[in-house]
C-alpha cells in the first residue's frame, strides 16, 4: 500500500515537471515568436516605399519650369568698369547702345535709373536677370541729393510688390524688388569717402550691400590689403550694416567650408573686369593686357573676379534672396501696416469725436480692440526684427575679430 502511494506520487512530481516544461517551453516558443513578428515587420517598413523621398524632385521640377528671378543694383561713380564686371559676370553685352556724356553734361547731371532685364538659360535652368544701373551717381560736382533716386527706386519696387501681395489675383506676383546692390569704391581712395558713407547709411536697412574696390590692377597687393582693412573698419564706426554671409552647416564638406572661409575672407571684393579674349601659351583667357604683362581676370593671385561670381551665383543668390524677403522686405511691410492701422485709427478717432458731440463718453469696440492687438503685433515684429539686425552685427564683429587674430 505504501510502495503504491509512494508510486503515483512520483508520477505525479514527473508529469508536473514534464508539464511545467512543457508550458516553459510554449511560452519560449511564444515570445520567439512575438520577436519574429516585431522582426518581421520592422523588415517590412524597410521594404515598403511610400514616395515623399521624391519630393525634392517635385520641388525642383517646379522651380526650374517657373524659373527665377534676380535683380542687381549697381551703384558707383563712372570709369570704375561697372558695365564691363556685368557683362563679365553674365557673359553677355548689355550696353551696346550707351553713350558715353562729356565733360559738360556732367556739371549739372543728377542721378538716373537705368534698369536692363535679359533672359538666361543654363543647362535647362532659366534666369530672369534684371540689372539696375545708376548712371550719373558721383559725377556731378553737388553729390549731396546723390542717395535719393536709389533709395526712392527700392522703396517703390517693395511698395508695388506689397500693393500686389494684398490684392486679389497673386497668382502672377512678379518680384522687381532689388536683391543685391554692388557698391563701387574707386581704388584711388584711401577710405571710404563722405559721399559712399552716406549712400551706404541710406540703404543698409533696404537692401543687401556687397562692396567691390573696382580697377583693383591698378594697386599693389599691399595696398589691397590696407584698403579693405580701412573699409572694414570704417563700415564699423560708422555702424553700416553690409551682406553677411551665413555660416555654414556642420554637415557640409570640408570643401565647401574652406570655399566658405575663403569667401568671407575676400570680401571686399577686389575685382579686375574685361571683355577681351587673350591667348597665353595656348590658353585663352579673358584679361587685360598691358606693357609690363597680361592680368588673369580669373587668377585669384590677380584679382577677386572669380570669389565675387562664385558667391553672387553659385553659392548665395538664394540666400540673398531669403534675407531680402525674411528681412529687408519684412521691415519694410510692418512699417507700411503700422502706418496704415495708425492712420484707420485716427480716421475713426475722428469720425467718433464727430458722432459723440458733447458727450465725452468714449466706447471701445471690438475693432478697437483688433486694431490694438494687431498694433501690438507689429511692435513685437519690429523688436524680432531689431534683434536679428542685432544678431547680425554681432556675428559680423566675431567673424572680424576671428580675421584679424
Keep these: 500500500m505504501e510502495k503504491s502511494e509512494f508510486n503515483i506520487k512520483d508520477i505525479n512530481i514527473l508529469n508536473k515537471g514534464k508539464t511545467e516544461d ?3 517551453k510554449t511560452n519560449v516558443d511564444n515570445n520567439n515568436t512575438d520577436k519574429f513578428r516585431i522582426i518581421k515587420i520592422q523588415r517590412d517598413r524597410e521594404r515598403d516605399y511610400i514616395g515623399f523621398a521624391t519630393l525634392p524632385e517635385q520641388v525642383h521640377r517646379k522651380s526650374v519650369k517657373r524659373g527665377f528671378d534676380f535683380t542687381l543694383m549697381v551703384v558707383g561713380e563712372s570709369g570704375l568698369g561697372k558695365s564691363t564686371l556685368i557683362n563679365s559676370l553674365f557673359l553677355g553685352d548689355l550696353y551696346v547702345n550707351r553713350k558715353i556724356p562729356d565733360v559738360q553734361d556732367r556739371i549739372d547731371k543728377t542721378t538716373t535709373i537705368e534698369k536692363k532685364t535679359m533672359e538666361i ?8 536677370l534684371t540689372i539696375v544701373d545708376t548712371p550719373g551717381f558721383g559725377d556731378a560736382i553737388n553729390c549731396e541729393d546723390s542717395w535719393r533716386v536709389c533709395s526712392a527706386y527700392i522703396d517703390e519696387q517693395f511698395r508695388q510688390y506689397f500693393t500686389d501681395e494684398s490684392g486679389l489675383n497673386r497668382r502672377h506676383m512678379q518680384d522687381n524688388r532689388v536683391h543685391c546692390c554692388l557698391y563701387f569704391v574707386p581704388p584711388w581712395a584711401h577710405s571710404l569717402r563722405q559721399v559712399d558713407l552716406e549712400m551706404m547709411r541710406r540703404l543698409h536697412r533696404k537692401v543687401n550691400i556687397v562692396v567691390v574696390i573696382g580697377k583693383a590692377d591698378s594697386l599693389t597687393a599691399a595696398e589691397v590689403k590696407r584698403l579693405k582693412t580701412r573699409i572694414l573698419s570704417d563700415l564699423d564706426e560708422y555702424q553700416i550694416q553690409v551682406y553677411q554671409f ?10 565647401f567650408k574652406q570655399q566658405d572661409r575663403e569667401l568671407k575672407a575676400a570680401a571686399p571684393f577686389a575685382v579686375v573686369a574685361s571683355d577681351t579674349v587673350l591667348e597665353i601659351g595656348g590658353k585663352r583667357v579673358r584679361g587685360r593686357q598691358y606693357p609690363w604683362g597680361i592680368v588673369d581676370v580669373e587668377n585669384p593671385r590677380h584679382s577677386d573676379f572669380t570669389k565675387l561670381r562664385t558667391m553672387l551665383i553659385s553659392t548665395h543668390m538664394q540666400d540673398l534672396k531669403d ?21 484707420a485709427m485716427r480716421e475713426r478717432g475722428k469720425l467718433k469725436r464727430d458722432s459723440m458731440g458733447n458727450n465725452n463718453e468714449v466706447v471701445i469696440t471690438d475693432t478697437d480692440r483688433l486694431l490694438l492687438q494687431k498694433d501690438e503685433e507689429i511692435r513685437r515684429m519690429q523688436d524680432m526684427l531689431t534683434q536679428m539686425q542685432e544678431k547680425l552685427k554681432a556675428s559680423d564683429k566675431k567673424h572680424d575679430s576671428i580675421i584679424d587674430v
Design 22 to 24: 512543457a508550458t516553459d
Design 121 to 128: 538659360e543654363e543647362r535647362g535652368v532659366k534666369l530672369r
Design 246 to 255: 551665413p555660416e555654414c552647416d556642420s554637415d557640409e564638406d570640408e570643401e
Design 323 to 343: 534675407v531680402t524677403q525674411d528681412v529687408h522686405y519684412e521691415n519694410f511691410r510692418a512699417q507700411c501696416i503700422s502706418q496704415i492701422s495708425q492712420h
